[in-house]
Structures are given as structure tokens and as C-alpha cells.
């Protein structure tokens, strides 16, 4: 099982970003998708995943209301769309796949990971 997570890069503050993860050796019509982030010197922090049915969705406080995940099964890709991006959002950004059925906001809960993307956002 193989995740690539692209998309990252340097913005502004308030601009806008759209991160990808493609899914190989694995359908993702069949797990919860999860996005997370990491500064450096933090530890890993939940920011959204969507569950198998594609309708049930959750957001960490932080991002609610300007981050939007979905997914299409047909392409294997999870996105995570970022708007109205600050600073504090600056991180590297992971995709993970989950199988179970339990901590969706948890990195334990995951089974499967990719590489990361580098978000930074300038002031």
C-alpha cells in the first residue's frame, strides 16, 4: 500500500491550497481517510478525515470551517482543501488510511501512511 501526498508548497496568508493523496494497493472506497499535520518540535495533530460513505466528515477545531476533505473513489485520491490559510498552518502535511472502525482523530488509529507535503505559509 502505497500513499503520495502532493499539492504543498509556499502561500500567503489568506490564500488558498489544495492537497492530493493518491492511493495505491488499496481501495479507498473501502477505509476512512485521514489528514494530518506536524510542525517541527510538535506533535502530529488531527485535521480532518472522511469515512467510507464519503458523507460523514470531522475537522480539528483549528482548520473547521476553512479546510474541506473529500474524496472520489473512482480516481483512489483523497483531497484536503485549505482556504484562508495563517501561519500556524504551516506543517507537513500526511495522508493515512484507515481500516478500523475506532480513533479517527488519533495517528494510532491509522494503518497506512504517506510521505508528507510541506505547507508554508508566509505573513
Known amino acids: 500500500v502505497q500513499l503520495q501526498a502532493s499539492g504543498g508548497g509556499l502561500v500567503q496568508t489568506g490564500g488558498s491550497l489544495r492537497l492530493s493523496c493518491v492511493v495505491s494497493?488499496?481501495?479507498?472506497?473501502?477505509?476512512?481517510m485521514g489528514w494530518f499535520r506536524q510542525a517541527p518540535g510538535k506533535e502530529r495533530e488531527f485535521v480532518a478525515y472522511?469515512?467510507?460513505?464519503?458523507?460523514?466528515?470531522s475537522y480539528g477545531a483549528s482548520v473547521r470551517g476553512r479546510f474541506t476533505i473529500s474524496k472520489d473513489n473512482a480516481e483512489n485520491t483523497v483531497y484536503l482543501q485549505m482556504n484562508s490559510l495563517r501561519p500556524e498552518d504551516t506543517a507537513t502535511y500526511h495522508c493515512?488510511?484507515?481500516?478500523?472502525?475506532?480513533?479517527?482523530?488519533?495517528?494510532?488509529?491509522?494503518?497506512?501512511w504517506g510521505q508528507g507535503t510541506q505547507v508554508t505559509v508566509s505573513s
Open positions: 493515512a488510511a484507515k481500516i478500523g472502525y475506532l480513533r479517527y482523530e488519533f495517528p494510532d488509529g491509522y494503518n497506512y
Open positions: 494497493g488499496l481501495s479507498i472506497s473501502d477505509t476512512a
Open positions: 472522511i469515512k467510507r460513505n464519503r458523507v460523514s466528515t
